[in-house]
């Protein structure tokens, strides 16, 4: 053998290792690992609370109820009971379904509502203070979740969050900034000191005695000790002090809908997602059925036609959202040819990998500046082999920012999640159509997407995230990163992401994505926004392994935590 031919092959051979050693290093950034059971939430007390509950032999639904009132006590940002949220579940057997407990309009809701007399939006109105709250959904899901499903009394789920409330909840630094933030807008819609406004700082106790007695008459009375008595007094006499609208009669009537779930295939995995009043199943279905006959995985991640493949796959989606989607018990939505392939083809048709679609030539809109927006997602995956996905939401940080002092919670402000005018952009930039258009007690459009993946008919992932209207681009990239780029659930909750919404027309990038493809994406007219946007989502989700154990991945932009036995 010459010299030469030995440098090859020593060279070869030296990047084969380092290839090596850097795959083996990816690999070591594994989350959690578990044999039995897991539950991945916004907080280390939810997930503790939600896992010790099955420790005790219950199930996923079990853990489902007692994780969501603990966030409700030691997240107050999103976790809530004055919100509503999405439920998708994969039982031990394959069976799946979806429970829709999301907010109602209220009765006395007019289309117009937002409107001033001009015909403009007073969009104040329908993000902060009463007139932005819908009737909440929370506490109707969870007692029907557990009627149908659960097997441990209601009472010992519920006792955990109650002690949590009594006892106090040691907050982050992240909470504690959060608190400062907006603490002038809780004081401005409550027009009072409330009990979060007040200098908090990282390792101060909370304690909300008054959300205890709350949830003790939740336990005692079932349903109605939130939607009836005193519960209900304490928020309509709240609500309509501060000039909101919902009545005794709203709460009275609010009830949750079971749904059929969004399923699809995607190469030879199953997708179980959330059907509409939720457009993240769709949206999930349409990019994905859209990019699967371009075999992604060829494309090296986050490159350059990575990107143009899925922001121009996304452009089209969210485009269709804007027109199509709505409350199914009052507008008809073709879901069908939403999600054929024909029709996504069609779609396609323009795309040029040499020059980026325009926005403006699929349709026509403008933008308003992203807000802070807030909702938690959690994955349980039981040791009986059921999983729940769920995403729960105030919408904003904190909601309507109104505070039901009595009761010692926040109410949402998911009335902004309509489209208070068609053509007028809501507080994530989304243009609605009559379809998302309000009337009395329907459902406003969501982009929540609480998913669940099947393989070879076998539980592969459950997973989810917040993040407004980026949920569904969020969820999405983190399929692929599982599906064709082979990392551990960690790496990929931790990956930086992207988004792309249709209007307004241009990619928005976390600011630890790598610059690099930025320059080659302008020259084929992709405009790229990195100022002023903080992260893409917070997904929590769990994967399970070929050995059958699960592997939490607990977001690294917040607080989040995998707990696992
Ligand atoms: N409130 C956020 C969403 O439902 O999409």
Redesign the pocket.
Known sequence: MNKISILLITGILLLCCSKKTIQNSRKKNRGLIAENAMVVSAKEEASKIGLDIMKQGGNAFDAMVATDLALLVTYPVAGNIGGGGFMVFRLADGTSGALDYREMAPISATKNMYLEQEGKVVSDNSKTGALAIGVPGTIAGLFEIHKKFGTISIEKLIQPAINLANNGIVITEAQAKRFSQHKVSFRKVNQKRILYDQQWRAGDTIRNPLLAKTLERIKTHGRDGFYKGKTADFIVNKVQNLGGIITKEDLENYNVKWREPIIFNYNSHKIISMPPP?SGGICLAQILKTIEPFNIGQYKHNSKKYIQLIVEAERRSYADRSYFLGDPDFVDIPTESLISTKYLSQRMKSFNWNKATKSSDLTRGSLLGFES?E?THYSIVDHYGNSVSVTT?L?GAYGSKVFVDKGGFFLNN?MD?FSSKPGTPNM?GLIGAEANSIAPKKRML???SPTIIETNGQLKMVLGSPG??T?ITTVLQNILNILHYNMTMQESVSEPRFHHQWLPDNIKFEPSFDTVVFGPLKKLGYKIDNSNFQVIGKTDAILVLPDGRLEGGADPRGDDKAEGF
């Open positions: 939720s927006d909702t939401t919408n998911e999640d994530f969501s982009s929540m407004g209207s949920i």
